[in-house]
Protein backbone atom coordinates (compact mmCIF):
# COMPACT_ATOMS: atom_id res chain seq x y z
CA UNK A 1 0.00 0.00 0.00
CA UNK A 2 1.61 3.29 -1.41
CA UNK A 3 2.07 5.79 1.30
CA UNK A 4 0.07 8.66 1.12
CA UNK A 5 2.22 12.39 0.81
CA UNK A 6 0.56 15.75 1.53
CA UNK A 7 2.81 18.62 0.36
CA UNK A 8 2.89 21.75 2.43
CA UNK A 9 3.65 24.64 0.23
CA UNK A 10 4.38 24.73 -3.68
CA UNK A 11 7.47 26.34 -4.43
CA UNK A 12 11.09 25.45 -5.44
CA UNK A 13 10.82 22.70 -2.81
CA UNK A 14 7.49 21.84 -2.91
CA UNK A 15 7.75 21.08 -6.90
CA UNK A 16 10.80 19.07 -6.11
CA UNK A 17 8.86 17.24 -3.35
CA UNK A 18 6.41 16.19 -6.17
CA UNK A 19 8.90 14.95 -8.13
CA UNK A 20 10.60 12.74 -5.76
CA UNK A 21 7.37 11.43 -4.31
CA UNK A 22 6.90 10.49 -8.04
CA UNK A 23 10.04 8.41 -8.44
CA UNK A 24 9.27 6.80 -5.74
CA UNK A 25 7.49 3.17 -5.77
CA UNK A 26 5.95 3.24 -2.78
CA UNK A 27 4.75 6.52 -2.40
CA UNK A 28 2.16 8.75 -3.77
CA UNK A 29 1.38 12.60 -3.74
CA UNK A 30 -2.89 12.81 -2.52
CA UNK A 31 -2.82 16.67 -2.16
CA UNK A 32 -0.88 20.15 -1.73
CA UNK A 33 -1.79 22.28 0.40
CA UNK A 34 -1.44 26.21 -0.02
CA UNK A 35 -1.95 29.75 1.36
CA UNK A 36 -2.19 31.28 -2.04
CA UNK A 37 -5.66 30.82 -4.37
CA UNK A 38 -5.96 27.07 -4.63
CA UNK A 39 -6.57 28.09 -8.61
CA UNK A 40 -3.08 29.76 -9.17
CA UNK A 41 -1.12 26.16 -8.04
CA UNK A 42 -0.65 24.51 -11.03
CA UNK A 43 1.26 20.95 -10.41
CA UNK A 44 3.57 19.00 -12.78
CA UNK A 45 0.39 16.22 -12.40
CA UNK A 46 -2.70 18.11 -12.75
CA UNK A 47 -4.89 14.86 -11.45
CA UNK A 48 -3.20 16.11 -7.73
CA UNK A 49 -5.83 18.25 -5.69
CA UNK A 50 -4.77 21.61 -4.18
CA UNK A 51 -6.21 22.58 -0.75
CA UNK A 52 -6.20 25.92 1.34
CA UNK A 53 -4.18 25.25 4.26
CA UNK A 54 -6.80 26.67 6.23
CA UNK A 55 -8.40 23.22 5.73
CA UNK A 56 -5.54 20.67 5.91
CA UNK A 57 -7.45 19.32 9.49
CA UNK A 58 -10.04 18.41 7.44
CA UNK A 59 -8.32 15.91 6.11
CA UNK A 60 -6.18 14.39 8.93
CA UNK A 61 -7.41 10.51 8.00
CA UNK A 62 -6.47 10.42 4.32
CA UNK A 63 -2.58 11.41 4.44
CA UNK A 64 0.08 9.25 5.72
CA UNK A 65 2.64 12.13 6.22
CA UNK A 66 2.81 15.97 5.26
CA UNK A 67 6.09 17.11 3.68
CA UNK A 68 6.40 21.19 4.77
CA UNK A 69 8.07 22.92 2.04
CA UNK A 70 7.68 26.74 3.43
CA UNK A 71 10.58 28.97 5.11
CA UNK A 72 12.56 28.31 8.17
CA UNK A 73 12.76 32.15 8.85
CA UNK A 74 9.15 32.81 9.87
CA UNK A 75 6.84 29.47 8.77
CA UNK A 76 8.20 26.38 9.72
CA UNK A 77 8.79 27.67 13.72
CA UNK A 78 4.78 27.48 13.27
CA UNK A 79 3.77 25.40 10.92
CA UNK A 80 5.63 22.21 12.12
CA UNK A 81 4.19 22.15 15.83
CA UNK A 82 0.86 22.60 14.85
CA UNK A 83 0.77 20.41 11.93
CA UNK A 84 2.48 17.44 13.72
CA UNK A 85 -0.24 17.47 16.41
CA UNK A 86 -2.35 16.18 13.80
CA UNK A 87 -0.09 14.65 10.83
CA UNK A 88 3.25 12.82 10.91
CA UNK A 89 5.42 15.41 9.35
CA UNK A 90 8.95 16.14 7.81
CA UNK A 91 10.44 19.68 7.67
CA UNK A 92 13.65 21.10 6.63
CA UNK A 93 13.80 23.66 9.37
CA UNK A 94 17.56 24.84 8.86
CA UNK A 95 18.79 27.70 11.17
CA UNK A 96 21.19 25.67 13.20
CA UNK A 97 21.55 27.60 16.11
CA UNK A 98 17.83 27.23 16.60
CA UNK A 99 17.17 23.30 15.84
CA UNK A 100 17.22 22.87 19.79
CA UNK A 101 14.34 25.08 20.23
CA UNK A 102 12.77 24.44 17.68
CA UNK A 103 13.11 20.24 18.13
CA UNK A 104 11.23 20.94 21.62
CA UNK A 105 8.57 22.59 20.64
CA UNK A 106 7.69 19.64 18.04
CA UNK A 107 8.53 17.16 19.85
CA UNK A 108 6.10 18.49 22.50
CA UNK A 109 3.14 18.92 19.84
CA UNK A 110 3.47 15.57 18.00
CA UNK A 111 3.24 13.85 21.67
CA UNK A 112 0.22 15.47 22.02
CA UNK A 113 -1.21 14.12 18.60
CA UNK A 114 0.72 10.65 19.00
CA UNK A 115 2.42 11.59 15.77
CA UNK A 116 5.79 11.47 14.59
CA UNK A 117 8.19 14.73 13.19
CA UNK A 118 11.44 14.46 11.60
CA UNK A 119 12.44 17.61 11.85
CA UNK A 120 15.68 19.70 9.85
CA UNK A 121 15.97 17.08 6.79
CA UNK A 122 17.94 18.31 3.68
CA UNK A 123 21.35 18.37 3.40
CA UNK A 124 22.62 20.82 5.63
CA UNK A 125 21.23 20.02 8.07
CA UNK A 126 20.59 16.25 7.38
CA UNK A 127 23.28 14.38 4.93
CA UNK A 128 26.04 16.45 6.17
CA UNK A 129 24.97 16.19 9.67
CA UNK A 130 25.14 12.55 9.32
CA UNK A 131 28.31 12.36 7.97
CA UNK A 132 29.68 14.81 11.04
CA UNK A 133 28.53 11.92 13.54
CA UNK A 134 29.59 9.06 11.68
CA UNK A 135 33.35 10.97 10.95
CA UNK A 136 33.65 12.51 14.64
CA UNK A 137 32.64 8.54 16.15
CA UNK A 138 35.47 6.88 14.05
CA UNK A 139 38.36 9.94 14.46
CA UNK A 140 37.81 11.00 17.64
CA UNK A 141 41.49 12.58 17.73
CA UNK A 142 41.28 15.01 14.69
CA UNK A 143 39.37 18.11 13.61
CA UNK A 144 36.18 18.68 11.15
CA UNK A 145 35.18 21.23 9.03
CA UNK A 146 32.03 21.87 6.52
CA UNK A 147 32.21 23.89 3.58
CA UNK A 148 29.10 24.97 1.83
CA UNK A 149 28.74 26.36 -1.95
CA UNK A 150 29.43 27.75 -4.45
CA UNK A 151 25.44 27.73 -4.27
CA UNK A 152 22.44 29.08 -3.68
CA UNK A 153 20.98 28.93 -0.56
CA UNK A 154 17.45 28.33 0.10
CA UNK A 155 16.98 29.53 3.04
CA UNK A 156 19.19 32.62 3.09
CA UNK A 157 17.36 33.34 0.30
CA UNK A 158 14.04 33.11 1.77
CA UNK A 159 15.56 35.64 4.67
CA UNK A 160 16.28 38.20 2.40
CA UNK A 161 13.19 38.21 0.56
CA UNK A 162 10.99 38.66 3.77
CA UNK A 163 13.10 42.20 4.45
CA UNK A 164 10.17 45.08 3.56
CA UNK A 165 11.30 46.33 0.01
CA UNK A 166 13.05 43.50 -1.57
CA UNK A 167 11.03 42.11 -4.34
CA UNK A 168 13.48 39.39 -5.12
CA UNK A 169 17.08 37.42 -4.06
CA UNK A 170 19.38 35.25 -4.50
CA UNK A 171 22.27 34.27 -1.34
CA UNK A 172 25.62 32.53 -2.55
CA UNK A 173 27.78 30.71 -0.16
CA UNK A 174 31.14 30.66 -1.47
CA UNK A 175 33.66 28.71 0.30
CA UNK A 176 37.56 30.31 0.58
CA UNK A 177 39.65 27.98 -1.50
CA UNK A 178 42.41 28.38 1.12
CA UNK A 179 40.77 27.60 3.89
CA UNK A 180 39.88 24.44 2.54
CA UNK A 181 43.12 23.09 2.08
CA UNK A 182 44.14 23.99 5.17
CA UNK A 183 41.05 21.76 6.72
CA UNK A 184 42.37 19.40 4.55
CA UNK A 185 45.37 19.73 6.36
CA UNK A 186 44.77 19.00 9.70
CA UNK A 187 43.90 22.84 10.30
CA UNK A 188 40.52 23.37 10.73
CA UNK A 189 40.93 24.21 14.20
CA UNK A 190 42.31 27.58 13.22
CA UNK A 191 39.73 28.58 11.14
CA UNK A 192 36.64 31.08 12.27
CA UNK A 193 33.39 31.18 10.94
CA UNK A 194 34.45 34.59 8.42
CA UNK A 195 37.32 32.58 7.13
CA UNK A 196 35.71 29.89 5.84
CA UNK A 197 33.03 31.05 3.77
CA UNK A 198 31.96 34.61 1.68
CA UNK A 199 27.72 35.56 1.36
CA UNK A 200 27.29 36.75 -2.16
CA UNK A 201 23.57 38.47 -2.14
CA UNK A 202 22.06 39.66 -5.42
CA UNK A 203 18.96 41.55 -4.44
CA UNK A 204 16.19 43.14 -6.80
CA UNK A 205 14.42 46.62 -4.74
CA UNK A 206 10.84 47.17 -5.24
CA UNK A 207 10.30 50.48 -6.80
CA UNK A 208 11.42 53.58 -4.32
CA UNK A 209 12.66 50.75 -1.40
CA UNK A 210 15.80 51.69 0.64
CA UNK A 211 18.49 50.12 -0.67
CA UNK A 212 20.94 51.76 2.48
CA UNK A 213 18.29 50.02 4.83
CA UNK A 214 18.08 46.76 3.01
CA UNK A 215 21.74 46.51 2.86
CA UNK A 216 22.53 47.38 6.11
CA UNK A 217 19.75 44.95 7.48
CA UNK A 218 20.98 41.60 5.47
CA UNK A 219 25.08 42.45 6.63
CA UNK A 220 23.46 42.78 10.47
CA UNK A 221 21.00 39.92 10.20
CA UNK A 222 21.96 37.37 12.83
CA UNK A 223 22.33 33.35 12.77
CA UNK A 224 22.55 34.48 8.62
CA UNK A 225 24.78 37.10 7.44
CA UNK A 226 26.10 38.69 10.63
CA UNK A 227 29.16 36.63 11.11
CA UNK A 228 30.62 36.37 7.83
CA UNK A 229 31.42 38.99 4.92
CA UNK A 230 28.80 39.53 2.76
CA UNK A 231 28.55 41.70 -0.18
CA UNK A 232 24.93 43.04 -1.64
CA UNK A 233 24.57 43.82 -5.29
CA UNK A 234 21.56 45.26 -6.00
CA UNK A 235 20.36 44.43 -9.92
CA UNK A 236 17.13 45.11 -12.10
CA UNK A 237 14.78 42.51 -12.22
CA UNK A 238 15.22 41.45 -16.17
CA UNK A 239 18.93 41.12 -15.80
CA UNK A 240 18.11 39.19 -12.14
CA UNK A 241 16.00 36.78 -14.15
CA UNK A 242 18.30 36.40 -17.19
CA UNK A 243 21.41 35.64 -14.71
CA UNK A 244 19.73 34.09 -11.39
CA UNK A 245 17.48 31.23 -12.85
CA UNK A 246 18.82 28.17 -11.26
CA UNK A 247 19.53 26.79 -8.12
CA UNK A 248 23.02 25.04 -7.79
CA UNK A 249 24.83 23.97 -4.57
CA UNK A 250 27.15 21.42 -2.68
CA UNK A 251 29.91 21.50 -0.71
CA UNK A 252 32.20 19.21 1.88
CA UNK A 253 32.70 17.95 4.74
CA UNK A 254 36.13 17.37 5.83
CA UNK A 255 37.50 15.18 9.24
CA UNK A 256 41.08 14.65 9.70
CA UNK A 257 42.05 12.72 12.43
CA UNK A 258 45.22 10.86 13.89
CA UNK A 259 46.28 6.86 14.89
CA UNK A 260 49.08 5.15 16.23
CA UNK A 261 50.71 4.74 19.07
CA UNK A 262 52.72 8.28 18.22
CA UNK A 263 49.72 9.81 16.11
CA UNK A 264 52.10 8.87 13.13
CA UNK A 265 49.26 8.03 10.80
CA UNK A 266 47.01 10.44 9.38
CA UNK A 267 43.69 10.20 8.30
CA UNK A 268 40.85 12.24 5.73
CA UNK A 269 37.67 11.33 5.82
CA UNK A 270 35.69 13.71 3.22
CA UNK A 271 32.32 13.73 2.13
CA UNK A 272 31.15 15.67 -1.32
CA UNK A 273 28.11 17.22 -2.97
CA UNK A 274 27.45 18.64 -6.10
CA UNK A 275 24.19 19.84 -6.53
CA UNK A 276 22.42 20.85 -9.93
CA UNK A 277 19.21 21.70 -7.81
CA UNK A 278 19.89 22.78 -4.53
CA UNK A 279 15.29 22.14 -3.76
CA UNK A 280 15.18 18.84 -6.00
CA UNK A 281 18.16 17.29 -4.07
CA UNK A 282 16.89 18.61 -0.45
CA UNK A 283 12.96 17.70 -1.54
CA UNK A 284 14.51 14.24 -2.20
CA UNK A 285 15.86 13.68 1.24
CA UNK A 286 12.32 15.09 2.41
CA UNK A 287 10.91 12.64 0.91
CA UNK A 288 13.27 9.43 1.75
CA UNK A 289 12.65 10.87 5.73
CA UNK A 290 8.82 11.08 5.27
CA UNK A 291 8.96 7.35 4.45
CA UNK A 292 10.71 7.16 8.17
CA UNK A 293 8.73 9.10 10.26
CA UNK A 294 5.64 6.88 8.68
CA UNK A 295 7.79 3.78 10.07
CA UNK A 296 8.57 5.35 13.52
CA UNK A 297 5.08 5.77 14.16
CA UNK A 298 3.73 2.57 12.92
CA UNK A 299 6.33 1.33 15.77
CA UNK A 300 4.62 3.58 18.43
CA UNK A 301 7.64 6.00 18.23
CA UNK A 302 5.83 9.67 18.62
CA UNK A 303 7.22 12.95 19.05
CA UNK A 304 10.08 14.83 17.50
CA UNK A 305 13.36 12.68 15.61
CA UNK A 306 16.22 14.54 13.77
CA UNK A 307 18.41 11.95 11.35
CA UNK A 308 20.89 11.00 14.00
CA UNK A 309 17.29 9.22 15.64
CA UNK A 310 16.22 7.34 12.32
CA UNK A 311 17.68 3.96 11.53
CA UNK A 312 19.32 4.21 8.08
CA UNK A 313 17.14 0.98 6.50
CA UNK A 314 13.80 3.30 7.62
CA UNK A 315 15.11 5.62 4.85
CA UNK A 316 15.19 3.27 1.96
CA UNK A 317 11.82 1.72 -0.18
CA UNK A 318 13.66 -1.61 -0.27
CA UNK A 319 13.34 -4.34 2.63
CA UNK A 320 15.75 -4.99 5.19
CA UNK A 321 16.96 -8.85 3.39
CA UNK A 322 17.31 -6.40 0.11
CA UNK A 323 19.12 -3.86 1.59
CA UNK A 324 21.22 -6.68 3.16
CA UNK A 325 22.10 -8.77 -0.21
CA UNK A 326 22.66 -5.48 -2.25
CA UNK A 327 24.45 -3.17 -0.25
CA UNK A 328 25.99 -4.44 2.95
Request: glycine share 8%; proline share 4%.
Amino acid sequence: MSIRVGIVGYGNLGKGVELAVKSAPDMETKGIFTRRDVNSVNAYDKAIPVYSLDRIEEYKDEFDVMILCSGSAKDLPEQTPAISKIFNVVDSFDTHAKIPEHFARVDEAAKQGKKSAVISAGWDPGMFSLNRLYSDSILTDGEEATFWGRGVSQGHSDAIRRIDGVLDARQYTVPVEEAIEKARNGEAGSLTTRDKHLRECYVVAKEGADKARIEHEIVTMPNYFADYNTTVTFMEEEEFKKVHNTMPHGGFVIKTGRTGIAKENAHVIEYKLKLDSNPEFTASVLVALARAAVRLNQEGKCGASTIFDVPPAYLSYKSAEELRKSML
